[in-house]
């Protein structure tokens, strides 16, 4: 008789219980959540079997799951689960904990796992740009200058050619280059389960991305699939228009970014295009990125009101939750305070509040491979795995 040998990982069951999965041994298999679960198809249904590898400390099954990545985190699961054994929180802690070791390097992913972590990450930025705001304050003269005919401009500390471009490019594009390491080693572990059928990998996976994106990102229509889903007697509070909110306010933030970038750098070279900072607030580009920031503190405001109000008894907020609320709720109030402050001619304040907006987005970016942002591009590429899997 074939012998079947399991080598349970009690360090990883360990580590899912102290991630936020601290209910999971009360699950005693009864599928309920895999049938409440409005995503999860019916010929791989999710997540009982998550919860019995987690019990069961079955770390390679889980790391190797393409559906932990499917799921929307909408609780629909844990709050029908007769046990209290909280699957939806099992199912983020899972994410949590692979993600913290899926890139280098993985003391960064150590550091973003706990809030004890947390002085360090902002010390790292906050020493950067304290460093170059004394060397340029020493080169134009003071700390806190004003332009020969008295307004606050920014650049005159944080210099664009030479600080805050170059800067924010090495990091953008190093947290790119981090996360597309990640989607590749995520993909190597991936293992088709249930009985998916390779039919949709004669489709280019371009094509199935574009049906992602149109999806979760465009129309996150996911997102109201799981508020349609099972009565569970729950109120809900427009998780979908506040994500939709935070999503279009980037787009418009870094469309926005992009305009100006190109305006001061073509205009080098191509006078006719070049675009002055600070823009007059009537500028249209100025308007757009105004719009961007009141959008995008709406859906933070949706967002945190509606995590507060969860029902607690069956859904924790994991520190990464509130991480990433916290660190673009900070972004957007530095970034309007800053403008606020320069346009009331508060100079002290206004060059305080700016240098803390920049150690803001630059922590935003370069921790985006451990962040819940990062679980974003990590669910993206799952769902085109699935679909080039043959699962619609
Ligand atoms: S998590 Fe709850 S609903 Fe799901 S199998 Fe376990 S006991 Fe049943
Ligand atoms: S949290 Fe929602 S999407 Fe995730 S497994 Fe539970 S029911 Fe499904």
Same mark, same amino acid.
Request: aromatic share 14%; proline share 5%.
């Given at each position: ?6 080598? #349970? ?5 360990? *580590? %899912? ?30 997540? /009982?079997? *998550? ?28 709050? =029908? @689960? ?19 070791? =899926?890139?280098? #390097? ?13 002085? +360090? %990450? ?17 080169? &134009? ?41 990640? &989607? +590749? ?7 088709? *389960? ?44 427009? /998780? ?31 006078? &006719? ?20 920031? $009141?959008?995008? $503190? ?7 009101? /509606? ?16 991480? %990433? ?11 309007? %305070?800053?403008? @606020?402050?320069?346009?009331?001619? @508060? &100079? !002290?304040?206004?060059?305080? !509040? ?24 990590? /669910?993206?590429?799952?769902? !085109?795995? !699935? ?6």
């Amino acid at each position: 008789m074939a012998q079947c040998v399991i080598k #349970p990982d009690l360090e990883f069951v360990r *580590e %899912l219980q102290e991630s936020g999965g601290d209910s999971l041994k009360k699950c005693y298999q009864c599928a309920t959540c895999s049938v409440a679960c409005p995503l999860a198809p019916a010929n791989a249904p999710y997540p /009982r079997k *998550e919860m019995v590898w987690a019990s069961w400390g079955l770390k390679d099954k889980l790391m190797g799951d393409a559906d932990l990545w499917l799921c929307h985190n909408c609780g629909n699961c844990s709050d =029908l @689960c007769p046990r209290g054994a909280k699957p939806a929180d099992m199912m983020s802690a899972a994410r949590n904990v692979i993600y913290r070791d =899926l890139v280098e #390097p993985k003391s960064i992913g150590t550091l973003m796992s706990k809030p004890s972590g947390l002085p +360090v %990450l902002f010390a790292i930025p906050a020493l950067l740009w304290l460093v170059i705001w004394a060397i340029r304050a020493s080169i &134009v003269g003071a700390w806190f200058p004003r332009t020969f005919d008295g307004r606050i401009v920014f650049g005159q500390i944080f210099y664009g050619d030479y600080t805050i471009d170059p800067i924010f490019m090495l990091t953008f594009f190093g947290a790119l280059f981090i996360i597309g390491r990640g &989607v +590749v080693k995520l993909w190597g572990m991936f293992k088709p *389960e249930g009985t998916l059928t390779v039919i949709g990998q004669k489709r280019c996976w371009l094509l199935h991305l574009w049906d992602v994106l149109w999806d979760e990102v465009i129309t996150h229509k996911k997102f109201s699939d799981c508020e349609e889903g099972p009565n569970t007697g729950k109120t809900h509070y427009n /998780r979908q228009f506040g994500h939709l909110l935070l999503v279009y306010s980037f787009c418009i933030l870094a469309f926005v970014t992009a305009i100006v970038a190109g305006g001061h750098w073509i205009g080098k070279i191509w006078p &006719v295009v070049s675009i002055e900072t600070p823009m007059p607030l009537t500028f249209p580009v100025k308007l757009l990125a105004n719009l961007g920031a $009141l959008m995008l $503190l709406a859906g933070l405001a949706i967002l945190t009101v /509606r995590r507060w109000l969860q029902n607690n008894k069956n859904h924790g907020s994991s520190w990464h939750d509130w991480y %990433l609320l916290g660190i673009i709720w900070a972004v957007a109030l530095t970034g309007v %305070l800053s403008q @606020c402050f320069r346009l009331a001619d @508060c &100079v !002290v304040p206004a060059f305080m !509040v700016y240098y803390l907006h920049l150690v803001f987005v630059w922590m935003l970016f370069a921790y985006l491979p451990w962040t819940k942002l990062g679980h974003f591009v990590y /669910r993206t590429a799952a769902l !085109v795995y !699935v679909r080039m899997y043959g699962r619609g």
